[in-house]
């Protein structure tokens, strides 16, 4: 229904290559379930959705439930990795982006009030539960309004950065770096980082620092989350937007700026842009108690900024829920 036109392939002949419009990823997922299970019967489905396209996971989500669906057509039971795997390699294979597993695992593993704490390396993953003396909080989503970006490519670029990066650092560390493609900073000490970081281009030590510095975020908050500390856990999703921005080189002007806005306004625990940032939302923990003044002010200053985009610019006010369920 958000989409400009509806789209139609069989599911035993999907085209081989993408066709440039919103429903590649489903025709990526298609070829990617045929291949492990041959489908026989297709399915004539509406997608809808309540909250905006673009840096909110929605491909993952549509791909998702697109699998699902055709899985009961077919009578077809995935396991969890099965799905998060198919769903993936729809994204990187033929629509084209170097996306990892993150998105899916999220929609797939995910609970009510609590928070996913995943290790992407061997897909260990545990549920943390809220703490009872955590202070109340909700999520808002501010819609930039940006629907489509001609930077959307550098996210490719970054990722390729990052592995060069990891690369260079083993060999200047006579380290035993196996096949590019699969080398990654996972495999290289930081104080390997620490002591080679100089001869590294500019770039690619931007993008290992803010590696490093982002799984050490990823750890603290956690820890953040599990004491029922929101406060501390916000402060990180602040400083992880602060690195995207000025280490990973990601972010849209309006996106920048929405984080900007969000620093600085009261009752907010903590935030960042969804995504790489170049065009969709920004998402922050929230006092409930502020939601009013945070709406108003967010609202004012952004549009004031891009005035342009006042009339596709929205708030929406959340709460966090369980993962992908066909009912």
């Known amino acids: 229904m958000q989409f400009p036109k509806r789209a139609q392939w069989h599911v035993e002949a999907t085209p081989k290559t993408k066709q440039d419009d919103w429903a590649d990823h489903l025709r990526g997922a298609t070829i990617a379930l045929n291949k492990r299970y041959p489908l026989r019967r297709g399915l004539c489905a509406v997608v809808d959705g309540e909250l905006p396209i673009g840096g909110l996971s929605s491909s993952a989500a549509v791909i998702i439930t697109f699998i699902s669906a055709l899985c009961t057509m077919n009578r077809i039971e995935l396991t969890a990795q099965e799905l998060i795997t198919i769903s993936k390699e729809a994204e990187n294979k033929y629509v084209g982006v170097s996306c990892g597993k993150l998105d899916q695992s999220c929609e797939i593993h995910c609970k009510k009030d609590k928070l996913l704490y995943m290790d992407l390396?061997?897909?260990?993953?545990?549920?943390?539960?809220?703490?009872?003396?955590?202070?109340?909080?909700?999520?808002?989503?501010?819609?930039?309004?940006?629907?489509?970006?001609?930077?959307?490519?550098?996210?490719?670029?970054?990722?390729?950065?990052?592995?060069?990066?990891?690369?260079?650092?083993?060999?200047?560390?006579?380290?035993?770096?196996?096949?590019?493609?699969?080398?990654?900073?996972?495999?290289?000490?930081?104080?390997?980082?620490e002591r080679y970081q100089d001869r590294l281009p500019d770039n690619w030590r931007k993008r290992a620092e803010h590696w490093y510095t982002e799984f050490d975020r990823v750890q603290k908050g956690a820890e953040a989350w599990r004491k029922?500390?929101?406060?501390?856990?916000?402060?990180?999703?602040?400083?992880?937007?602060?690195?995207?921005?000025?280490?990973?080189e990601t972010g849209s002007p309006e996106l920048k700026t929405l984080y900007e806005i969000m620093t600085k306004t009261d009752g907010i625990y903590g935030g960042r842009f969804s995504g790489a940032g170049f065009k969709g939302c920004c998402m922050a923990l929230i006092d409930p108690a502020f939601e009013e003044k945070i709406t108003e002010k967010v609202s004012y200053e952004y549009c004031k900024a891009f005035p342009e985009l006042k009339d596709k610019y929205s708030v929406h006010i959340c709460e966090s829920a369980d993962g992908v369920n066909l009912e």
């Open 121 to 193: 390396l061997d897909d260990s993953y545990e549920l943390i539960a809220q703490h009872p003396d955590m202070k109340p909080y909700k999520i808002a989503i501010f819609f930039s309004g940006l629907e489509r970006s001609l930077a959307g490519s550098a996210f490719n670029m970054r990722v390729d950065e990052c592995r060069s990066a990891a690369y260079a650092l083993k060999a200047y560390g006579g380290m035993d770096y196996g096949k590019f493609e699969e080398t990654n900073l996972r495999d290289v000490p930081y104080e390997v980082f």
């Open 228 to 248: 029922g500390d929101i406060e501390a856990f916000g402060r990180l999703s602040f400083e992880s937007g602060r690195s995207s921005i000025y280490n990973w």
